[in-house]
């Protein structure tokens, strides 16, 4: 079992978490201080902070980096409470392009992608070394640094591909089926597991990736990939509340605002999963795209939702304009 099932899952895991973080460290080396600059400039309203969280974790494809670069700023007094409340919903709705990259079942073009971007950043490697203008060399750098970012996604389809090789001998176990059995009596199952797998390995791209290569090959239905997807939106505050620890108050007022809006939209969705299943459907025709659509669908729709929220005098007021 060790040798067919965890060994397989732990090495594809390992490759998925290790590819993110090169992807995430890549293009923050790339364009992290126009960034953080960008995040302390546009968030004078919670539209303006959405917008601007959307398009920084959809730069950086982690939304717990930049839930934990916001936190940060607010326990130095850069930002306060209320201009990180758009970010937060903006952080959610970007962190839906590496699902939807991985719906789109690009594996078979990892390993070509990986030659290619490792071709690429040794072969400009020799070049930095010698380059004498600072144009020159500045060009290098953001080529080495999307050279190293396209290799990161290539290493997380690459996981997916190996995660997806158990599924086989779980399906001789009947640890599916035990699974599933449960899962049917209570979708709830599914929930949990996502939020708790995802708070142990602090990804929730992980555990959606995971699922998604799952219901590619019918070993769990999509209805309940979905309700594991839910649950991994929850179980990924878990990295919030652990940066929150020890800092200011309205420190850990952003991480409760994370959890509020991730457990609320999973409360919210929970009772509407055949309609959530229904929609994802119609915009998908094999089952990973269709939860990656499910994802994506929750997560715009929570934060449209909990937008006009932020604009209460109330909540914007309930932290000091000092930290």
Known sequence: MTAQIVLPLLVGLGIFLTGM???ELALHQWAGSYLTGLIERFTRTPLRGMLIGT????ILQSSSAITVITIGLVNAGIMTFPKTLGIILGTNIGTCITTELIGLNLTKLAFPLLLVSGSVWFGTLPSTFYARSYRLQRTLHHIRSLSLAVSGFASVMLGVEVMQSIVPALQSRGLFGWFVEHAQRSILWGVAAGAVLTAII???AATIAMTMGLAA????PVELGIAIVLGANVGTCATALLAAIGGS????FVAWSHI????G???LFLPLLPLLHYASVLLGANPSSQIAHAQTIFN???SILALPLCYLPALRAAAGPKQ
């Open 265 to 267: 939209g999973a409360l």
């Open 55 to 58: 398009g920084v974790t959809a």
């Open 21 to 23: 973080k090169v992807m």
């Open 202 to 204: 602090h990804s929730s």
């Open 260 to 263: 509020a809006l991730n457990a």
């Open 249 to 252: 108050r309205n420190g850990q």
């Open 300 to 302: 715009i729709v929570c």
């Open 217 to 220: 090959v019918d070993a769990i």
